[in-house]
């Protein structure tokens, strides 16, 4: 049944308002980090301004960003690897033998606030001589991608159908061999998807970093703080910081995005 002209009318209005909600921030931030910080501050030249690189070149020079984006991806990239080698195997088990109190906790873990084990965290670790690496980094953000894995790859494996690996076990494979031949590759695109979130997730992980890194081990949303003064702000570094960490996983984004969904809605739709 086709919607009614008022209907239409409203569903545009209402998804241009969201539309224009969400990217008028970002567009202000990549213009603001183009701006030199007396531009900024002056209404009359909100859109029409003189385009400067001194904000990117300050960046990249002056606060050792090129550091910091290494740092960022090596935590993001080892957090990332690690949760899926630990998480879906868990997943599997949890999904195949109805491990339900092991999923409950996993989900209470993924409820959490991460920020509540924060001093936890420091002084247990901080007694151990481990914060300030890049290992405590790792296993923090651990914290959030290992339950965001399990929960994504459980519902994607109880979506697959488990006459397959009723079959092989009848060929003669054993449970891990079903897993490892015949679940992994139909999983794919659901490991893809959760590897993606992961990423992203850690990549913009920035209480655990702000607390439990050091001066070389920074990561990018923690530098960005170089910027924040006691008596001022460096707004234009500050927007073009906040561009450089932010540009990056969103061409990111748009490029996997048809693989997130797709990956997010098989499980659902599989068996």
Same mark, same amino acid.
């Given at each position: ?6 209907? @239409? ?6 998804? /241009? ?14 213009? /603001? ?5 007396? =531009?900024?501050? =002056? ?24 550091? *910091? $984006? !290494?740092?960022? %991806? ?11 080698? %630990? ?19 996993? %989900?209470?873990? @993924? ?17 151990? @001589?481990?914060?300030? &690496? ?23 494996? =109880? !979506? ?7 079959? #092989? ?7 891990? &061999? ?11 695109? !659901?490991?893809?998807?959760?590897? $993606? ?5 850690? +990549? ?10 050091? /001066? ?13 003064? *006691?008596?001022?702000?460096? +707004?234009?570094?500050?927007?073009? #910081? #906040? ?15 048809? *693989? ?12």
């Amino acid at each position: 049944m086709r919607p009614s002209r008022p209907y @239409r009318v409203f569903r545009g209005v209402a998804l /241009a308002v969201v539309v224009v909600g969400l990217i008028a921030p970002l567009l202000w931030m990549i213009a /603001a980090s183009f701006k030199t910080n007396v =531009d900024i501050y =002056d209404t009359a030249k909100t859109f029409s301004f003189s385009p400067t690189l001194d904000n990117y070149a300050n960046v990249l020079q002056r606060a050792n960003y090129v550091q *910091y $984006i !290494g740092n960022s %991806l090596w935590v993001a990239f080892a957090a990332t690897v690690l949760s899926l080698v %630990l998480g879906v195997p868990a997943a599997y088990s949890m999904s195949r033998f109805n491990m339900r109190r092991s999923a409950l906790v996993v %989900l209470m873990a @993924r409820v959490i606030p991460g920020v509540s084990l924060l001093v936890p965290w420091y002084y247990v670790f901080s007694n151990l @001589r481990m914060v300030g &690496g890049f290992t405590v980094l790792i296993l923090s953000h651990m914290f959030v991608s290992l339950p965001l894995i399990v929960y994504i790859m459980m519902g994607y494996f =109880d !979506g697959l159908p488990t006459e397959l690996e009723e079959a #092989a076990l009848v060929d003669g494979l054993t449970h891990i &061999g079903a897993f490892r031949r015949i679940t992994m590759p139909l999983s794919v695109p !659901g490991i893809a998807t959760a590897g $993606i979130l992961s990423f992203i997730f850690s +990549w913009n992980n920035f209480m655990f970093a702000l607390v439990l890194s050091g /001066a070389d081990t920074k990561t990018l949303p923690v530098a960005i703080f170089d910027f924040v003064g *006691y008596a001022s702000i460096d +707004w234009g570094g500050l927007m073009a #910081a #906040a561009t450089v960490v932010t540009l990056p996983i969103m061409v990111i984004a748009l490029f996997v995005q048809k *693989y997130v969904v797709s990956g997010l809605t098989a499980g659902a739709t599989k068996g």
